[in-house]
Protein backbone atom coordinates (compact mmCIF):
# COMPACT_ATOMS: atom_id res chain seq x y z
CA UNK A 1 0.00 0.00 0.00
CA UNK A 2 1.51 3.61 -0.93
CA UNK A 3 -0.08 6.72 -0.64
CA UNK A 4 1.74 9.91 -2.01
CA UNK A 5 0.36 13.08 -0.98
CA UNK A 6 1.22 16.17 -3.04
CA UNK A 7 -0.25 20.06 -3.84
CA UNK A 8 1.48 21.54 -0.88
CA UNK A 9 3.40 25.11 -0.97
CA UNK A 10 3.78 28.32 0.25
CA UNK A 11 0.54 30.61 0.11
CA UNK A 12 -0.45 33.57 1.42
CA UNK A 13 -3.10 33.92 3.96
CA UNK A 14 -6.62 34.58 2.20
CA UNK A 15 -5.89 31.99 -0.62
CA UNK A 16 -6.13 28.27 -1.59
CA UNK A 17 -4.46 25.22 -2.20
CA UNK A 18 -5.46 21.81 -3.10
CA UNK A 19 -4.08 18.38 -1.64
CA UNK A 20 -4.28 15.41 -3.79
CA UNK A 21 -3.25 11.52 -2.56
CA UNK A 22 -2.84 8.84 -4.88
CA UNK A 23 -2.71 5.27 -3.71
CA UNK A 24 -1.47 2.14 -4.95
CA UNK A 25 -1.19 -1.26 -4.06
CA UNK A 26 -4.78 -1.96 -2.77
CA UNK A 27 -8.62 -1.04 -3.80
CA UNK A 28 -9.08 2.15 -2.82
CA UNK A 29 -12.69 2.38 -3.33
CA UNK A 30 -12.90 -0.04 -0.36
CA UNK A 31 -11.55 2.58 2.37
CA UNK A 32 -12.78 5.66 4.54
CA UNK A 33 -9.51 8.02 4.43
CA UNK A 34 -8.43 10.73 6.08
CA UNK A 35 -6.29 13.78 6.10
CA UNK A 36 -4.39 15.05 9.39
CA UNK A 37 -1.50 17.75 9.91
CA UNK A 38 1.34 18.35 12.37
CA UNK A 39 2.71 21.03 12.79
CA UNK A 40 6.06 22.39 14.25
CA UNK A 41 6.18 20.74 18.50
CA UNK A 42 2.55 20.06 18.15
CA UNK A 43 0.89 16.30 18.14
CA UNK A 44 -0.70 15.26 14.63
CA UNK A 45 -4.18 16.28 14.50
CA UNK A 46 -7.36 15.47 12.61
CA UNK A 47 -8.76 17.53 9.70
CA UNK A 48 -10.91 15.63 7.40
CA UNK A 49 -12.27 12.05 6.65
CA UNK A 50 -14.10 10.80 3.67
CA UNK A 51 -16.39 7.28 3.77
CA UNK A 52 -15.03 4.70 1.11
CA UNK A 53 -18.12 5.95 -1.05
CA UNK A 54 -17.48 9.25 -0.77
CA UNK A 55 -21.16 10.16 0.62
CA UNK A 56 -20.08 10.95 4.03
CA UNK A 57 -17.69 13.53 5.35
CA UNK A 58 -16.43 14.73 8.66
CA UNK A 59 -14.54 17.85 9.61
CA UNK A 60 -12.51 19.07 12.54
CA UNK A 61 -13.80 22.64 13.78
CA UNK A 62 -11.06 24.41 12.96
CA UNK A 63 -11.51 23.54 9.27
CA UNK A 64 -15.22 23.84 8.92
CA UNK A 65 -16.82 25.76 6.13
CA UNK A 66 -12.91 26.54 4.86
CA UNK A 67 -11.47 22.76 3.86
CA UNK A 68 -13.43 20.47 1.49
CA UNK A 69 -12.60 16.61 1.06
CA UNK A 70 -13.58 14.72 -1.70
CA UNK A 71 -12.50 11.81 -3.32
CA UNK A 72 -12.41 10.22 -7.13
CA UNK A 73 -12.28 6.26 -6.86
CA UNK A 74 -11.68 5.85 -10.67
CA UNK A 75 -8.54 7.83 -10.01
CA UNK A 76 -7.73 6.09 -6.96
CA UNK A 77 -7.14 9.85 -5.65
CA UNK A 78 -8.46 11.76 -2.58
CA UNK A 79 -8.28 15.36 -2.50
CA UNK A 80 -8.27 18.07 0.36
CA UNK A 81 -9.36 21.91 -0.85
CA UNK A 82 -8.23 24.19 1.35
CA UNK A 83 -9.58 28.34 1.04
CA UNK A 84 -9.28 30.93 2.92
CA UNK A 85 -5.89 30.04 4.22
CA UNK A 86 -4.65 30.86 7.63
CA UNK A 87 -1.22 31.27 9.11
CA UNK A 88 -2.65 28.69 11.65
CA UNK A 89 -2.85 26.46 8.70
CA UNK A 90 0.73 25.74 8.50
CA UNK A 91 1.60 21.99 8.81
CA UNK A 92 2.98 19.23 7.02
CA UNK A 93 -0.45 17.46 5.94
CA UNK A 94 -0.72 13.74 5.62
CA UNK A 95 -2.90 11.50 3.65
CA UNK A 96 -3.95 7.94 5.58
CA UNK A 97 -6.29 5.09 4.91
CA UNK A 98 -8.80 3.42 7.53
CA UNK A 99 -7.61 0.07 8.71
CA UNK A 100 -11.14 -1.91 7.73
CA UNK A 101 -12.95 -2.19 4.41
CA UNK A 102 -15.88 -0.78 4.03
CA UNK A 103 -16.33 0.54 7.52
CA UNK A 104 -19.30 2.43 8.77
CA UNK A 105 -17.06 4.10 11.40
CA UNK A 106 -15.42 7.60 10.15
CA UNK A 107 -12.50 8.51 12.68
CA UNK A 108 -10.86 11.13 14.23
CA UNK A 109 -8.27 9.67 15.64
CA UNK A 110 -4.85 8.44 13.95
CA UNK A 111 -5.30 5.21 15.84
CA UNK A 112 -7.91 4.38 13.32
CA UNK A 113 -5.22 4.35 10.20
CA UNK A 114 -3.09 2.15 9.49
CA UNK A 115 -1.73 3.16 6.32
CA UNK A 116 -0.24 6.80 5.72
CA UNK A 117 1.35 9.01 3.00
CA UNK A 118 4.72 10.65 3.45
CA UNK A 119 3.41 14.31 3.95
CA UNK A 120 3.07 17.19 2.08
CA UNK A 121 4.32 20.52 3.75
CA UNK A 122 1.73 23.64 3.68
CA UNK A 123 3.00 27.18 4.54
CA UNK A 124 0.24 30.18 4.98
CA UNK A 125 2.38 33.24 5.16
CA UNK A 126 0.60 36.44 6.93
Known amino acids: VQLQASGGGLVQAGGSLRLSCAAS????????MGWFRQAPGKEREFVAA????????YYADSVKGRFTISRDNAKNTVYLQMNSLKPEDTAVYYC????????????????????WGQGTLVTVSS
Open 50 to 57: ISWSGAST
Open 96 to 115: ARNSVPYSSDIYSHTGGYNY
Open 25 to 32: GHTFSKYN
